[in-house]
């Protein structure tokens, strides 16, 4: 069974260009996480789709966004890339909206914005 | 929001049990304890997960105390590969916003 798989692997923007990342979950899986990992630092909640449907938001300005498609593979957009937006952003799904099942990663888009 | 807190770092010599213990103060009642492992660059793994009293794998056991505010991951007879950033994760639920992944425990195996 294929394994959550995020694209790019690394890219290169500068600031104030867009970018969007993509993520396609675990076949069965309905909802989709993603989250920001700066250089040596924790994971940082970002977003939750489940069904199509924003679940769930962290504490990041509206240029973050993103969309889930009706295979549930899910993209995520973020416009006006600031210096602080360079990470690893790491997408993860679950089989329902998280309750007692685990986040199955992928292994992430490192994003470097100069 | 049940926030969680783990020593930042800890060191063991190969084939030692290593301890992590986390704190969680605010567990609500329907919460699951999760642990992860992440290497660099890559996406965390899951460890374990439990509710209470203790939970063993073919990998590591999770003891949670009668009052749930804490946990300890505990990992037998660590090898170099074990080398690696642990974090413990509290929530249930729709509410992915409780979902605190915390500083982590950066575990360093020594040879």
């Known amino acids: 069974e294929a394994g959550v798989t995020q694209s790019p692997t690394h890219l290169i923007k500068t600031r104030g260009q867009q970018v969007t990342l993509r993520c396609s979950p675990i076949s069965g899986h309905t909802s989709v996480y993603w989250y920001q990992q700066a250089l040596g630092l924790g994971l940082q909640f970002l977003l939750w789709?489940?069904?199509?449907?924003?679940?769930n938001r962290g504490n990041f300005p509206p240029r973050f966004s993103g969309r889930q498609f009706p295979n549930y593979s899910s993209e995520l957009n973020v416009n006006a890339l600031e210096l602080e937006d360079s990470a690893l952003y790491l997408c993860?799904?679950?089989?329902?909206?998280?309750?007692?099942?685990?986040?199955?990663f992928g292994e992430g888009s490192r994003l470097t914005v100069l | 929001l049940a926030k969680t807190t783990q020593p930042i770092s800890m060191d063991s010599y190969e084939g030692q049990e290593v301890n992590i213990t986390c704190s969680h103060n605010n567990i609500a009642t329907n919460d699951y304890i999760t642990w992860y492992q992440q290497f660099p660059s890559q996406g965390p793994r899951f460890i374990i997960q439990g509710y209470k009293t203790k939970v063993t794998n073919e990998v590591a056991s999770l003891f949670i105390p009668a009052d749930r505010k804490s946990s300890t991951l505990s990992l037998p007879r660590v090898s170099l590969s074990d080398t690696a950033v642990y974090y413990c994760l509290v929530g249930v639920g729709t509410g992915a916003n409780n979902l605190f992944f915390g500083t982590g425990t950066r575990l360093t195996v020594i040879p």
């Open positions: 789709y489940d069904e199509g449907e924003e679940r």
């Open positions: 993860a799904s679950s089989r329902i909206g998280f309750n007692t099942g685990e986040l199955f």
